[in-house]
């Protein structure tokens, strides 16, 4: 019976109490939190503008939330060339129905004008003819 009154554990005797954490070091070992405004400026430069890398011959900026190439896209040149030649067939295309909607309207206009002239003529003969009677 002691044996197993010395096994027991106490269910709230025992409360748990963790040793002290020490106290943190310095967060940054960076040494620029230390220096004066000017000595940062100088150290770092004025204006920090976006970032910027070279890979492969190829120089990238960070600019808003993407890398882009300093030619100005974020695509290869492959799919520029693709993009560029899509480019010129959209265009002529474009041309093309440009001229196409200019032909019909020259043509709607001139059936209008092909019709009015009609009217006209048929109520010039039905007023003649009324004058006759």
């Not at 993407?66 to 974020?74: A, D, K, L, M, R």
Request: avoid cysteine; charge should be positive; hydrophobic fraction near 30%.
């Amino acid at each position: 019976e002691t044996t197993l009154k010395s096994l027991k554990m106490p269910l709230f005797g025992n409360t748990f109490s963790p040793k002290k954490t020490p106290p943190r070091k310095s967060a940054s070992l960076s040494s620029l939190h230390t220096l004066d405004r000017s000595t940062r400026e100088i150290e770092l430069g004025l204006e920090y503008g976006p970032p910027m890398m070279n890979i492969g011959g190829q120089s990238w900026k960070f600019e808003d939330g993407q890398w882009i190439t300093e030619s100005g896209g974020n695509a290869s040149g492959r799919e520029v060339q693709r993009l560029k030649k899509r480019n010129v067939q959209l265009e002529e295309e474009n041309n093309l129905l440009k001229l196409k909607i200019e032909v019909l309207l020259d043509m709607l206009t001139e059936t209008t004008v092909e019709y009015h002239l009609m009217e006209k003529e048929v109520e010039d003969i039905k007023t003649q003819h009324r004058r006759k009677k």
